[in-house]
């Protein structure tokens, strides 16, 4: 439970609030690059912590993201010209380039002064991992890009997509890093494994499909994991433990990497990993950005048209990644199947994720909640960051943590019950944090 | 006319404010027993006086009408589960009875007291006549029900239905004790009686429709009817007197029913009786639940198809209860029907009426108004129910009123001149006040 | 660049503001005479300087422009009835002439006082050039109706349209009188003189369509004109001149005529001239009257035509005046016709207008533009109208300009290089400030 000002010190990310100045401090995720195919293509408006902001490719590739307004007379860049290494307002015809440089003023007299001291407000954009990554904090603070493993492995290995999300982004992620969770929301209702194993396989993030049942029955026999966390320089494991069928425990272990992003629990070795990064738009709404990698091969044509299909943790999505299944049509839920045969009548473990966050209100009132065991991981993060942001506005920087510590995996494993989380890192990963940089080269 | 602050008392209802606290104190209609057919069915989404609830019949048939947001983590119990006389979160499977106890906590250790300390908030619901009340006051202060005569009659000799409304609360019961205008709003202009009849019918009030002519001119011709008022304990008699063609008056008599309610002035010995009960949603807008019963025997499926299209005082509405000619299709008003037959160029008494007092604004603004004798019933209306809530501002609670005083009828009447309105309703009704609770094993 | 508060000085007109009461000192275009086509036809609702009015046109053919809440019960008289002379509540059929005097009051005993008394707020309207136009100050105050030249010419001679417009009527003004944004808002890209010739009378103001060529290219070629500015009685002669092919100069001028008018730069002698008048509805949107007339000659049927269509700067509006191409459309932007053959990719000139300068924002931000010497006649216009709000406030009334002192042109010409824009207005006009009232027999 958080007092009122703390609920709003948490959740509130427009310029000038302690979470806002936060946030940019790392790389936000802007766009898909396919969201800006085209060299010299129509410019993409984009809203990103509140800012009303203006994208595009030049004739070099490279990408701008700028203020959207032409520094002369207010006309919106959106409906100027993408054209020879700049974008030219279609008013009176002021360019500017990626870096928001003022290339040319053709209204001014020749030998003018005001091309030089005339600049379009630019942050700086980075390509990425299909995706692409803008810094909008202090320029003598740039930090280096995480290096999520989704970035490591060569492309035809990873899959990335995104939904749009109609509530704040904090307690969407709060939700992905909840592991306890899973044993009512994503459950399903009949006894016949085969049956769930089906419908679970639609809407679940199993890589191995021959032989989930086991852990289907587990999480949905235990609905009281045991928590335990560790923490690291770039953000936390989380890792949660449910009865086997023997004295065994069943581990399924997440990771909060900061400030916004969280990666799944689920993977057994062998499957797929899961992750997402969290854009808030306002303080009401956000886009997610969700990526699942194979360390070990690349994706099947067959696998990339699933999750198109909206697999896993993606989302059924319209052409403006937009989920199919939303607020404004109550996910399309049945409630015959929610009384015969899945947990909530909605179809699609991301849908079921947004259903019940969009639920908690545009903004979670976290003064009136109720916190318990289970939500150790939810308690973590929440100091976590909000102690980085307190720690900002007494002007210590967060730490210039290396990029290649977001080279982590996080995932499932069964282990003896003795083990702590650290032993069960180490036996799954190799490492108690679930470091890998060092099979991408990045060293220990 | 009011002064700013007495319109502002006179129509917030939101919690907190005196009108709100007055209006808590008495049994509201929260929905048809139609909404929630089904025991064990899905949750219905609820506003009330400013307040989102959620409502569920559970498996032995009781209403639970509660917040919505579960304790634990505030996902809204609308995704969740209503099985086993409970309704279970989606979110982590906690459970909650009809009156608000928690009754399963799948993730709190076995032995935990969390249980018996999470509570959440519900009203008291009762269903009667077709309809699920709720009261939202101090639990110290339950009222009886209101013993409405349509829910004495078997159900067969009542029809209820409901209609959203897309203004205050006030100004359209206002509209329904204000016999005045229907020399105006519901007037037709042809001079064919037969034609006026027809046109009448399709919108009026009228049991009897073999010789309502004389009423339909009388109302027509008498635009100036003289106004008498009688008090009782649950609220006002509003009786208007007409000329007729003789020496005769032509009574109206209409009843205000504390704090919500009024009764139709139109209906003769073995004619069918009008009522409607209002509940403010929020201040702009409200439920409006009306009902017609006959004492005498029980209504014929072809008055109940005839009721369902939107016959007298009942709206045709859509299958969320939506008007079909409403606000934002200008209630399909047809000029040349304005020109030509009727006065409004409406079709439907009930919508005819709901277009003027939707005009009236979102909350209509009396420092402007300018009332005169033929307001009379409005003026006493908000000197009683504005008294009350002053009352209760000061402690002193509403008079507790035993139910069996709403059971009242009123209607119309001729009368020798020299009557008052005690002996009119006397003469009508055996009753000054038109009490006829002894009919129903009430008592006197 | 303005501060804060300026911009908010320069475009808010609500009541009480001090643009508003500037702007409430002249006659304020209310609607066309199309739109009221019919004696005793239904009432219309307008809303001027963010006023809710009601509009209708009485049995005599005469305009009343009034408040819309009946004083009685403060029901919208939309709903009334418009009969013999007066518009009539619907609800209690209070009745109210096109002065806003109660002319019945069929609920008050005969004799009652209460109809002297009670008065509905009407404001003047006047019906000319097929437009009403209505006054909304002080009834001492009441200036000459504007004698555009538009409304001296036969009715055969002109042309009026309208079109509703998503931003603050200023900036929207401030484009109009704006001429430097040619060279590139209106730019066509093809080489090829006869294609951009055909685009460009598509979209382009000009009569005759034989030869104009030389001046696309003088535009295109010359993004800097010289701008010149000429104040008279009634506005601002604005004047840029851009080089030719040879060492004439080629100028467009536009007027400005206080306080919400504009003349568009392009008539060559014997072409048709454009004319604009802005109406502000609240202070993020307006209506723009516009209107093309001939000195000689009438319209053909088929320049009409052509004008419905949304040539020159005319829209392409629907039935309620609303532009096809629209912010909610993206005024139907063509990126690869914009890449090959248009400066926008947006058809027209009029909708290129409103698309740059609804982009603008709402209310565009002048704290951040940045001003040249291409922007004079912007500044000279501010000036213009802000000083006059400031002397308002000081309680100095606007000079009572003489109607005919808006009897104006204003166009294009080719003139020596040493003549100064008085000397061009003389040769183009006849007069410095292109007075031409001695034509219409208005005298000197």
């Known amino acids: 439970m958080l007092n009122r000002a703390d609920n709003d010190f948490l959740t509130r990310s427009s310029k000038d609030t302690p979470m806002g100045e936060l946030l940019r401090r790392f790389w936000m995720p802007a766009l898909l690059s396919e969201e800006l195919p085209e060299r010299d293509g129509p410019p993409r408006k984009v809203k990103i912590l509140g800012e009303d902001l203006l994208t595009f490719r030049d004739t070099n590739g490279r990408v701008g993201v700028v203020q959207p307004h032409c520094p002369h007379r207010g006309a919106n860049l959106f409906h100027g010209r ?10 009176h015809g002021w360019k500017f380039d990626v ?3 003022c290339v040319d003023l053709p209204a001014a007299p020749p030998g003018s002064a005001h091309k030089d001291t005339v600049k379009l407000l630019s942050y700086p954009a980075r390509e990425w991992a299909d995706i692409i990554w803008i810094y909008m904090g202090p320029s003598e603070h740039v930090p280096e890009l995480p290096q999520l493993e989704m970035g490591l ?13 109609d509530c704040n982004w904090v307690q969407s992620l709060e939700g992905a890093i909840d592991t306890a969770h899973f044993s009512f929301l994503h459950a399903v209702l009949t006894k016949d494994e085969r049956e769930a194993l089906a419908i679970y396989s639609r809407s679940a993030a199993l890589g191995d499909q021959s032989r989930p049942d086991d852990r289907v029955r587990w999480v949905r026999n235990d609905p009281r994991p045991k928590f335990a966390i560790l923490g690291h320089d770039a953000g936390l494991v989380i890792g949660g433990a449910r009865r086997t069928d023997g004295p065994d425990l069943y581990w399924r272990i997440a990771q909060f990497l900061m400030p916004n992003h969280a990666y799944a629990p689920v993977a057994f070795p062998g499957e797929v990993y899961y992750g997402q990064t969290w854009l808030p738009v306002s303080d009401t709404d956000c886009w997610i950005y969700t990526y699942s990698w194979r360390p070990d091969r690349p994706f099947t044509d067959a696998e990339r048209a699933q999750f198109d299909n909206g697999f896993g943790v993606h989302s059924q999505v319209d052409d403006n990644y937009m989920p199919v299944r939303n607020i404004r049509n109550d996910y399309l839920i049945d409630r015959t199947v929610q009384k015969t045969t899945s947990f909530t009548g909605i179809l699609g473990v991301s849908e079921q994720d947004a259903a019940i966050q969009d639920s908690q209100g545009p903004i979670q009132d976290r003064t009136r909640e109720h916190l318990g065991p289970t939500d150790l991981g939810i ?7 909000m102690s980085a942001a ?17 080279a982590v995996r996080s995932g499932g494993w069964v282990a003896a019950p003795d083990r702590d989380l650290a032993a069960v890192m180490t036996e799954r990963f190799g490492h108690p944090h679930g470091y890998v940089g060092h099979e991408h080269g990045l060293g220990d």
């Open 99 to 101: 870096d928001g440089n």
């Open 153 to 165: 492995v060569p492309a035809s290995h990873r899959y990335v997509s995104k939904k749009w999300q």
């Open 390 to 406: 307190r720690a900002l506005q007494r002007g210590e920087a967060p730490k210039a943590v290396s990029g290649k510590r977001y």
């Open 379 to 385: 308690v973590e993060f929440r100091k976590m960051i």
């Open 82 to 91: 993408n054209e020879e290494c700049g974008l030219r307002c279609a008013y």
